[in-house]
């Protein structure tokens, strides 16, 4: 039996969901649009905003450094399918956990842990939204 995947610890939901080219017939309406878990969008937000390690990153989210690798990876081959193929980006779903500290957090500053307690403290609530609770 096959071990179940653990939620992935996120800071909060990122502010604008949607992202695409300007010219017309193209955009968030358009049939190309990729998807973005929202752990990915936080390994990117973590490793490539911040200036995380993979280590602090892991840490931060509560997974293993391996899992981080593989998300990281993931995120970035999206990313990069966005621009070069002038698709839409939509960030939504996952397997996630928002942090109960989140709504005190300084969202920039999580490497250096100025966040009171350093880290979640295990009372995190689980949740999996599809998409279309998300994007919809």
Same mark, same amino acid.
């Given at each position: 039996?096959? !071990?179940?995947?653990?939620? !992935?610890?996120? *800071?909060?939901?990122?502010?604008?969901?949607?992202?695409?080219?300007?010219?017309?017939?193209?955009?968030?309406?358009?049939?190309?649009?990729?998807?973005?878990?929202?752990?990915?969008?936080?390994?990117?937000?973590?490793?490539?905003?911040?200036?995380?390690?993979?280590?602090?990153?892991?840490?931060?989210?509560?997974?293993?450094?391996?899992?981080?690798?593989?998300?990281?990876?993931?995120?970035?081959?999206?990313?990069?399918?966005?621009?070069?193929?002038?698709?839409?980006?939509?960030?939504?779903?996952?397997?996630?956990?928002? *942090?109960?500290?989140?709504?005190?957090?300084?969202?920039?500053?999580?490497?250096?842990?100025?966040?009171?307690?350093? !880290?979640?403290?295990?009372?995190?609530?689980?949740?999996?939204?599809?998409?279309?609770?998300?994007?919809?």
């Amino acid at each position: 039996m096959a !071990r179940p995947v653990k939620a !992935r610890r996120i *800071c909060g939901i990122p502010g604008r969901m949607r992202f695409g080219p300007l010219e017309a017939g193209t955009g968030p309406e358009s049939d190309q649009m990729i998807s973005l878990t929202l752990e990915e969008y936080e390994t990117i937000r973590l490793i490539d905003y911040l200036g995380c390690t993979q280590e602090e990153c892991a840490d931060q989210m509560g997974v293993a450094r391996t899992t981080v690798q593989a998300v990281y990876q993931s995120a970035r081959l999206k990313i990069a399918a966005m621009l070069v193929e002038g698709s839409a980006l939509s960030i939504c779903g996952g397997n996630y956990e928002v *942090c109960p500290r989140a709504g005190g957090c300084c969202k920039k500053d999580c490497r250096k842990r100025l966040c009171p307690g350093r !880290r979640c403290d295990g009372q995190e609530h689980s949740r999996k939204l599809p998409c279309a609770h998300l994007c919809g």
